[in-house]
């Protein structure tokens, strides 16, 4: 982790630099753990204590911090996946959706012509999509069920630190999905199911209103190296198709995306207008690019609109107002819904996974678990039969604004009617009275909701309900998040989900400031804050902080109790418990009256 | 609410200003509930709404945001509760002890001499210490179990917009505390208990290495702007006398002190030095002063201290591993275990609260709900007992760092055990991992055990593990805590909490930006965030927001479907459900098999 700029060499040397910070050879580097076969290296955060000893942490940054490997975001990232893919067989090349201005947003009628700066198409290597040989599904899905491992299946089982065969089977239960687009070779494979350590989404995307393809891109890169681990485009404005290609040929994280807002784009912004054939097509466009995961707001049907009427804040989901504005419209039923099973064939031709999105999410406290909520939900419940039946990786997108009280009943009823496929929710917020800081309002859900069983958290950002996150409110919102699903993987008893939190303390209690900066989720403010307080060196080698002072210390008062007791831990519990035994006979005594 | 220095008329004007800024007359003004008489009128913070309605919020900002109040810090607010306690006639004036100079830490023998700057002293009215006439308890609980309605619990019930005989009815049950040091007359008062909105402490305090008296009242002031119910006044370096003093004499809500530390600085940090008369002369210094209440760590027994050996981060808590260190040094009792009858008679006599501090407190997640610590916590139940036969109002301090599954337990165990005494937690932070976001880690904590029952909760800044927080911490930190304790209000299904939410929702949903800024708990960094945006005046009156932008708006595409059935909600629900009826037929089919 560094905050530098992933992209350029200068922050792989920061990376490796936090030890000479400290003016010794400590800090982390990036690490491999070798899988079955040489092409298979899972990449760890390597973090080198000062009493010697090394801690493993899960690492989503990509290649972007291992000094060995030179990155260009001009040329795209290594396609890791292209053998195991092309091993298998099943796949093949084909010439693809020739790209129009229109996918850009740019109109032929246009005045303004072409692309906003056309030197922003994608110079990286010329390729082809790839899809489905004979149309039968490539999915992760469809090979678990057959009981084949692959690759990217023993790739997590080693991220995840279980058996691949435990991968295999929660994807072939449909409790997990790994979401890995045939045309997006460049992931570094990762699984999403309430059996493995809860996952982080952070979005992305410029609008009609402000940024660019640097930024997104930029903004990828930043969010994956604090810990994102997939990442959804969201853009709305302009250029659209060449930001997702910029940002899929560098992620080294599965991409999502809600394919009607493009298609809505294609119509100029009128509902109305838009149509199966129009959405199909982008969704072939986007796929064809690498999409490894698409929000689809099938569930939002005509007779649930009404159903939103009552409400204090309406529909809140962009697709799902869209989608509501059509029905109405046309009066007639979504042509989501009444095209879903083609949908579904066109996504196991390229392993694409369903996001089945919340269309009709709560977007207030009052309207929680209404009756519009948990009518979509049911149809989500038979929409994710169907994909299963088609073989396409499935997962479910949950709210929004929930109080905690009714946040259970949420995942309760999910896994209950969606056959524990993986839950994906938008926090939730658990009040709606602190704008500018719904990452918080929102992580307290995100954090409880994960406990009981949400296996990956869409992040929300301070700028929520406000603006778009810039580059600090992105890094703000990974954050939170983090602390959050890390706080649902301890509650969760995950399997070595609190040796980090060990580490950390008992770097804390032996005052090895350095070691808790680095193996904190935020060195580097971490680090930072130590410093406006006590800013000289020695200090981080001082055994004392800031909140006491030198004299007045509960750890070192804490530490000499210790000592005072003998040197090993044997001989401080001998000591003490011989202590303890002699005023057991008091001690046991509930009060002792006062002698004088 | 307003960011600039609470306790200059500047402050004033900008909180009054805020409407202008909008360029209309709305924002909000102090107003105030009028009691059964004329000198009871408890203040309100009234939001006024572009569309005319008014919010009525709970106000912990004190004379300092009343234009109408003339405030100066040199000379301290005015002792609204000086004729109550005068006409209850139990009480008396007397000359007090001595102020001397080792109460801010000054040796005879010291080089130093003197204060660090003696026109540091209060230069406020003289006044002299009052107490119990006879000795017997002049506590709110002594006068509760009398049957008597004080003018402080009639005050609270406005607040908290109950029956006054349910406030009388909780304090006298032991259920809920109303801190209020008959030296201290200067405090609006307020409850804390489980059957009333969630409370939310602040901590400040200048130590051996940083901060001074001025920085400290500003942030006690600036704390309790931005909601802190109390303020703790954590001092441990010098001239801590004196600072207590600013910060009571300017206060409008409860401090509470750790006299234990003020008593160590007597001892100059030798813990092995201290006595029961010293403690003793501390706990009489600070209750003539006027502190509201005192965490006391009676709890932390001798034989008890064996058992955190084993511990990952031994004992963390200050006051805890002194009274440890204490035991050890002198293989003794605790001595304010073994003088607690004598202590409660003294606090009874100034009505001092007691918070019984957990010493043993787990400082990591490994150490969570350990034998150390529930064993402090049984001792503490008995001295809440001994507490209340003295008449003492009573709280019990909690946790500390404690993983999602085990906060339940904690807040179970403490309501059993110590008979339903407000239970006083500090978050619990839910992982380790994340030192500079512990008011994030701990606010997912704090939140849950709120809404389980815990009463007040002890805000954790960015600084914690780091150093001492400054003021934007201090901001950071309350904001954090109101949010866990609204969510806990809501999730409790507190009366007209969700009256808050339903409002700013409802401002949200009719783009009504101004009314979502001035009922935001920040008013001030919600508009901030959104002028980032679209800085521009109209759009605060625009109908989107550059997350979707102008033509992608699901709000306003929600409106329009509103529109598209009506203007009035009958003849919406109508025509939807109209519609719904005419989609009945197919909408129940589970699912269309495809036409073409």
Redesign the interface.
Same mark, same amino acid.
């Given at each position: 982790m560094t905050t530098s700029d992933a992209r350029t060499p200068a922050s792989k040397q920061s990376a490796e630099n936090q030890g000479d910070e400290a003016g010794k050879s400590i800090g982390w580097h990036k690490g491999y753990v070798q899988g079955s076969r040489p092409d298979l290296r899972v990449p760890v955060r390597q973090v080198h204590l000062t009493n010697g000893k090394d801690v493993t942490l899960y690492d989503t940054s990509g290649p972007y911090t291992d000094p060995a490997i030179d990155t260009d975001v001009r040329r795209g990232l290594a396609p890791l996946r292209e053998n195991w893919i092309v091993a298998r067989g099943d796949t093949e090349e084909y010439a693809g959706r020739p790209v129009r201005p229109e996918d850009d947003g740019v109109k032929h009628t246009s005045p303004r012509g072409g692309l906003r700066n056309l030197d922003a198409v994608f110079p990286g290597r010329p390729r082809q999509p790839r899809r489905s040989r004979d149309g039968r599904p490539v999915t992760q899905l469809a090979y678990a069920r057959r009981g084949e491992i692959t690759p990217e299946m023993e790739y997590v089982a080693i991220r995840e630190n279980v058996e691949a065969e435990v991968v295999r089977e929660e994807i072939a239960a449909g409790r997990a999905v790994l979401p890995a687009n045939v045309n997006h070779p460049e992931i570094e494979p990762m699984i999403i199911g309430k059996r493995f350590l809860v996952k982080v989404n952070a979005n992305i995307g410029n609008?009609?209103?402000?940024s660019s393809i640097e930024e997104e891109v930029d903004k990828m890169t930043w969010a994956t190296q604090w810990g994102a681990d997939t990442v959804m485009d969201l853009s709305?404005?302009r250029n659209i198709h060449t930001t997702r290609e910029w940002v899929l040929r560098n992620s080294p994280v599965p991409i999502g995306t809600v394919p009607l %807002?493009q298609a /809505?784009e294609k119509v100029?912004?009128r =509902?109305e207008e838009l149509t199966w054939e129009i959405y199909k097509d982008t969704v072939i466009e986007q796929a064809e690019q690498g999409v490894d995961y698409m929000t689809v707001h099938a569930g939002v049907?005509?007779? %649930?609109?009404?159903? @939103?009427?009552?409400r204090?804040?309406?529909?809140?989901?962009?697709g799902?107002?869209?989608m509501?504005?059509w029905c $109405?419209a046309h009066?007639k039923?979504s042509f989501l %819904?009444? !095209?879903?099973?083609?949908l579904c064939e066109i996504l196991a031709t390229y392993d694409v996974t369903y996001s089945l999105g919340d269309g009709l999410r709560p #977007?207030?406290? =009052?309207d929680a678990n209404d009756e519009a909520q948990f009518a979509e939900l049911r149809t989500l419940g038979?929409l994710n039969t169907?994909a299963k039946r088609f073989g396409v990786q499935t997962m479910i997108e949950g709210p929004g604004h929930v109080?905690?009280?009714k946040i259970k009943e949420n995942i309760d009823l999910q896994q209950e009617i969606c056959e524990e496929a993986p839950f994906y929710t938008l926090g939730p917020l658990?009040?709606?009275?602190?704008?500018?800081?719904d990452h918080? @309002?929102s #992580?307290?859900g995100a954090?409880?909701i994960a406990?009981w069983g949400t296996a990956m958290l869409c992040y929300v950002t301070?700028?929520e309900? $406000?603006?778009?996150p810039?580059r600090d409110d992105v890094k703000t919102g990974v *954050?939170?998040y &983090?602390?959050?699903a !890390?706080?649902?993987d /301890?509650?969760? #008893?995950h399997p070595g989900a609190?040796e980090?939190?060990?580490a /950390?303390?008992?770097a804390?209690?032996e005052f090895r400031w350095e070691d808790? +900066?680095n193996?904190?989720?935020?060195p580097d403010?971490?680090r930072? +804050?130590?410093d406006?307080? $006590?800013p000289a060196e020695p200090a981080k080698t001082a055994h004392f902080?800031?909140?006491? #002072?030198? &004299?007045?210390?509960?750890?070192k008062?804490?530490?000499?109790?210790?000592r005072?007791?003998g040197g090993s831990?044997e001989e *401080?519990?001998e000591g003490?418990?011989a &202590?303890?035994k002699e005023?057991?006979a008091?001690?046991?005594r509930?009060?002792?009256p006062?002698?004088d």
């Open positions: 609008s009609a209103v402000t709305t404005g %807002y /809505l100029d912004g =509902a049907r005509l007779p %649930y609109v009404p159903l @939103t009427a009552r204090k804040t309406g529909i809140v989901s962009r799902g107002s869209i509501a504005a $109405l009066h039923e %819904y009444e !095209h879903f099973e083609e #977007g207030s406290i =009052a038979e169907i109080p905690m009280h658990t009040t709606d009275v602190a704008p500018a800081y918080i @309002t #992580g307290i954090a409880m406990w301070p700028k309900h $406000l603006g778009l810039n *954050i939170t &983090k602390i959050a !890390h706080a649902a /301890l509650a969760k #008893g609190q980090w939190d060990d /950390l303390s008992d804390r209690f808790q +900066f193996l904190a989720l935020d403010t971490a930072e +804050f130590h406006e307080t $006590l902080c800031s909140m006491c #002072g030198p &004299k007045f210390c509960s750890m008062i804490s530490q000499d109790i210790r005072q007791h831990q *401080i519990e003490m418990a &202590k303890s005023f057991a008091a001690g046991n509930v009060y002792l006062i002698a």
